[in-house]
C-alpha cells in the first residue's frame, strides 16, 4: 500500500500526519536517529523532537542506548491494536456517565447538523439504534439518488431495517428504481406508494417518534436532525394526510 495511503489511515487512527509519516519512517528504518528520522519522513528536525516525544507517550516509540549513543525505535504494529483495545475498554467504563449525561437533556428541543455523506451514515444508523418494536417508521424518498449516495450501505441499511420489528411506510417518486422497491415491500417488511406525478424532492424525509430526519441529497450533502414533539407529531400528521389520500 502507497505510503500516502498508510498515513491516512493511521490519522484515522487517531495520530496526526507527522505522527503517522514518522512512525511508518521508523518501522522502515529499525534503530534511528532523528536526522534520519526527518530526512525519511520529509519533516523538519526540529519537528520531529516533538513528534518522536508525542509517540513515545503514546507507546509507539521509544528509545534504545547502545554504548554511548541514543536511538529511536518504533513499536510493532501490533501495539496499535493494544491501544485500540485499551481506547475502546476505556469508553466502554465511562459510556454509562456518558449516556446519563446525554439522558440529562429529557424534553428539550435540538437541532443538529451533519454534513458530509460519513455524517449522515451516522443519522441512519442512530434511526435503527432508537426506534423501537411496533414504531412508525414513514419515509417521504427520491428513492434512486438516495440509494447512489453509496449503494453498498444504503442496500445494507435496508436490509438490517426490514428486520426490525417496526412499521415502514414509504412515500416514494415514482421511478423504475422505485417500482423495483415496491416489488420487494414485503420481504424488506415495507408498505410503498408512489406520490403524485411530476412530484420532485431533492431531499430524503424520515420520521420516527423520537425525531424528524430532512437529508439533502444533492451537494453539499447534509442532514438536518430535530428532536421536538411538536415537529414530530406535525410531520407524522403531514404523512398521513398524503398516505390516505393516494389509493
Known amino acids: 500500500m502507497e505510503n500516502n495511503?498508510?498515513?491516512?489511515?493511521?490519522?484515522?487512527?487517531?495520530?496526526?500526519?507527522?505522527?503517522?509519516?514518522v512512525y511508518l519512517a521508523a518501522l522502515h528504518l529499525g534503530p534511528t536517529t532523528i536526522l534520519k528520522l526527518a530526512y525519511a519522513a520529509k519533516i523538519k528536525r526540529t519537528t520531529v523532537y516533538s513528534v518522536v516525544e508525542s509517540l513515545i507517550i503514546k507507546g509507539l516509540m521509544n528509545k534504545i542506548v547502545k554504548g554511548?549513543?541514543?536511538y529511536l525505535e518504533s513499536q510493532p504494529p501490533d501495539k496499535l491494536e493494544v491501544i485500540l483495545t485499551?481506547?475502546?475498554q476505556l469508553l466502554s467504563k465511562i459510556m454509562p456517565d456518558l449516556q446519563s449525561l446525554y439522558n440529562l437533556k429529557g424534553e428539550e428541543s435540538t437541532i443538529?447538523?451533519?454534513?458530509?455523506l460519513n455524517g449522515v451514515k451516522t443519522v441512519y444508523e442512530s434511526l435503527l439504534q432508537d426506534v423501537r418494536p411496533h414504531d412508525d417508521y414513514l419515509v417521504i424518498s427520491y428513492f434512486e439518488p438516495?440509494?447512489?449516495?453509496?449503494p453498498d450501505f444504503f442496500t445494507d441499511f435496508i436490509k438490517r431495517r426490514a428486520k426490525l420489528p417496526i412499521n415502514i411506510r414509504l412515500l416514494l417518486q415514482d421511478s423504475s428504481v422505485a417500482r423495483q422497491q415496491k416489488e420487494m415491500e414485503n420481504a424488506l417488511n415495507e408498505k410503498v406508494k408512489f406520490l403524485p406525478s411530476g412530484t420532485l424532492f431533492n431531499t430524503n424525509l424520515v420520521v420516527i417518534p423520537k425525531r424528524v430526519v430532512i437529508h439533502q441529497l444533492e451537494p453539499p450533502?447534509?442532514?438536518?436532525?430535530?428532536?421536538?414533539k411538536n415537529v414530530?407529531?406535525?410531520?407524522?400528521?403531514?404523512f398521513e394526510i398524503i398516505w390516505k389520500s393516494i389509493p
Not at 450533502?221 to 421536538?228: D, F, H, K, L
Request: hydrophobic share 45%; aromatic share 10%; glycine share 4%.
Open 5 to 21: 495511503k498508510l498515513v491516512a489511515i493511521l490519522s484515522e487512527f487517531g495520530l496526526s500526519e507527522h505522527e503517522a509519516a
Open 232 to 238: 414530530v407529531s406535525m410531520h407524522q400528521q403531514l
Open 146 to 150: 438516495w440509494v447512489n449516495l453509496d
Open 68 to 70: 554511548f549513543k541514543t
Open 112 to 116: 443538529k447538523y451533519y454534513e458530509g
Open 86 to 88: 485499551e481506547r475502546q
Open 221 to 228: 450533502i447534509m442532514a438536518i436532525v430535530i428532536e421536538n
